[in-house]
């Protein structure tokens, strides 16, 4: 399958600061890239969805001044956490859509590996 | 908008034996069902998806079936292995969802007792 990373996969940083955080599809084109949010034993919320090019739309009860998501290109989003409180902390996972090519249409979504952020 | 509900929250099997989990949604609409496994501390990673169009689809040692008019689909995982263990989610995604946004169940815990 197609392969989509994130960086970093762990960060730690002080309380008040920003924290950027990279997601990249490595071998397919993205128009579409969603973040989500997932807290221990529990499944993913979507948290936005990126698209190339145009502003993010967020779900309801996201602050997007405190989640900037900026899809800059068709390989990388990127989402910034704003004024980082304790209560960020979270594992942050983005995902890829691969629309694929031809008239075949594989339309899947791929994940990354995760971002572990810690606010201290 | 799309609901999706996924059973059980835990399954614990036998190496060997069989593992269904199954899912029902909300959405007649909806026509592409992925299924992820999430690892601890990892990304989900796809392992096999199907589409409204076909009824059952095997990979191996996994299966996934589809009835579009009870609006249910499951995972059948044969043979099961200790390293099948590792938390599921099924997800759908619907003819309007135009940026192919997912739904996703609760997840289930499947745990392979060797």
């Known amino acids: 399958g197609a392969v989509v990373s994130q960086h970093p996969s762990r960060v730690i940083c002080k309380s008040g600061t920003s924290v950027k955080i990279e997601c990249r599809s490595l071998d397919f084109q993205a128009t579409t890239m969603f973040w989500y949010r997932q807290f221990p034993k529990k499944s993913l919320m979507l948290m936005a969805t990126s698209n190339e090019g145009s502003k993010a739309t967020y779900e309801q009860g996201v602050e997007k001044d405190k989640f900037l998501i900026n899809h800059a290109s068709l390989t990388l989003s990127t989402l910034t956490v704003t004024s980082a409180h304790p209560e960020d902390s979270s594992f942050y996972i983005c995902?890829?859509?691969?629309?694929?090519?031809?008239?075949?249409?594989?339309?899947?979504?791929?994940f990354g590996p995760g971002t572990r952020l810690t606010v201290l | 908008g799309e609901n999706v509900e996924q059973h059980p929250s835990t399954l614990s099997v036998q190496e060997g034996d069989s593992a269904v989990i199954k899912c029902t949604y909300s959405d007649s609409a909806s026509n592409y069902f992925p299924w992820y496994k999430q690892e601890l501390g990892k990304g989900p990673q796809l392992i096999i998806d199907i589409r409204s169009n076909v009824g059952e689809k095997k990979d191996q040692r996994i299966a996934v079936t589809l009835n579009k008019t009870a609006k249910h689909f499951s995972l059948h995982i044969t043979e099961t292995q200790p390293e099948d263990s590792a938390v599921y989610f099924c997800?759908?995604?619907?003819?309007?969802?135009?940026?192919?946004?997912?739904?996703f169940g609760r997840g289930t815990q499947l745990t392979v007792w060797p």
């Open positions: 997800a759908a995604r619907g003819l309007g969802s135009t940026l192919g946004r997912l739904y």
């Open positions: 995902s890829a859509r691969d629309r694929g090519q031809g008239w075949v249409s594989t339309d899947t979504q791929y």
